[in-house]
């Protein structure tokens, strides 16, 4: 799981709680009628009352449960994405927080704060100790891209709100960063920012953080990029009926060369973006293969007042190509190293290093 550390609220999966027997009724009624997955009657009484969230995985593995008061109040930070990756703790900015202010652009592996090592510690822990009241001050020991030795930095905490699209300079570079498709924002601020770059050189889109969002707006947003009436997607119900989308003629339309960096995070939305876009010769993919979820989610309010979100679509790309759990393979496939520095993938996809 991911954890953003931000004022917008610090979220992160609490400890389970046995589930009342009317709650477990409901989400077994809610599968049985309205999932992708059409469930057995052996697979619905096997949903366990002490464990709710996790015996529900077994019939829809993208589903999860959110208990009620499950999202931490507001709280000052850093103004970064916090995340792990086997051992390995980073840091990516928003470049319109106290991380970024203090130069950082980039990810930048995580060691310590305040003189506390991270290695050993969970998420959650991390995510409290750089977290707090506005004005707080906390030190930071951080390691950039391939550094000889980690530098330290002293952040004052503040609410930086979580951008959806934004953009950064890398060694010459501009790099529109889309962390979520977000309905009637991502769109809007992609095009701005598209419109706002006047070079002719190849756009390059970095989703490697992008973990989903609305389906739709990921569509819309992809069509910026295609002329109209080309196929955007099919999505698929549990009856395998399937609806079709295709661009639309509604301006802007760019058409500049695109390059789009995914990763193992890229999820949901986002492949189905990156996904559109590669199979319509649109945009050359540089990353790792993504994660495998494209299908679409809804979400119902139970009786307890938790949030039980279930997939209800598969979504197929363009010329009916599936990536629901195979994910999408990049064109140019990087190492693990390259793919956490921004840096690192610039030089490899020069004309000489393009393999």
Known sequence: ??????????VWSLPLVATEARVVEEVRAIL????????????????????LGSSVKTIDPWAHLVPPGNVAESRAGIGAELYKIGQRTWLMPYMNGPLARAGIRDRVELYKVNSKEVAVLSLPDIARMLTGSTGDVLQIEICESACRSPSTLTLVLEDTPVPAVEAVELAGQRIIRVRSFRQQETKIFLATLVSATTDSSPLILDLRDCQGGDLFEAMDSAALFLPAGQELAVTYDRHGL??????PQTPPKFARPLTIWISEVTASAGEIFAGILQQQGRARLAGMRSRGKCVSQTKKRLSDGSLFYFTNLEIRLPGGVGCKDVGIEPDITLGVEELRSSRLILDRLQPSGVQ
Request: net charge positive; hydrophobic share 40%; no cysteine.
């Open 32 to 51: 049985l009628s309205q999932a992708l997955n059409v469930p057995n009657e052996s697979q619905l009484q096997s949903l366990a009352q002490e464990d």
């Open 242 to 247: 399937k609806r079709r989308f295709y661009s």
């Open 1 to 10: 799981m991911r954890y953003l550390v931000t004022l917008l609220g610090l």
